[in-house]
């Protein structure tokens, strides 16, 4: 997405209120607790094992790592994740 494009999709945002994860394709993620996540928005997976998982985004990736990580649910834009998170991190 080109800047000048990415610019006024934020300020339509602003303008109309409409959630930015909707216009600008942001990663939304929910956490339950420390053992249960919820990610809408990825791009597919890069890594996954039971200690680590990469996945890619928009912008860089997100990775995870813990134990017993599994991916519970998978779908074309969200996913759902469970195990025991010990770091949760945005890379570039």
């Known amino acids: 997405m080109s800047k000048r494009r990415e610019v006024i999709n934020k300020i339509m945002t602003d ?55 599994m991916i519970k649910a998978l779908l074309a834009e969200e996913m759902s994740i469970v195990g025991e998170f010990y770091v949760i991190r945005f890379m570039d």
Do not use: A
Request: avoid cysteine.
């Open 15 to 69: 303008i109309f209120e409409i959630p930015k994860d909707l216009v600008l394709d942001l990663p939304k993620i929910t956490i339950i607790g420390r053992n249960e996540l919820y990610l809408e928005n990825h791009r597919g997976i890069i890594e996954y094992n039971l200690n680590r998982l990469r996945i890619n985004l928009v912008r860089g990736f997100l990775e995870i790592e813990g134990k017993d990580l």
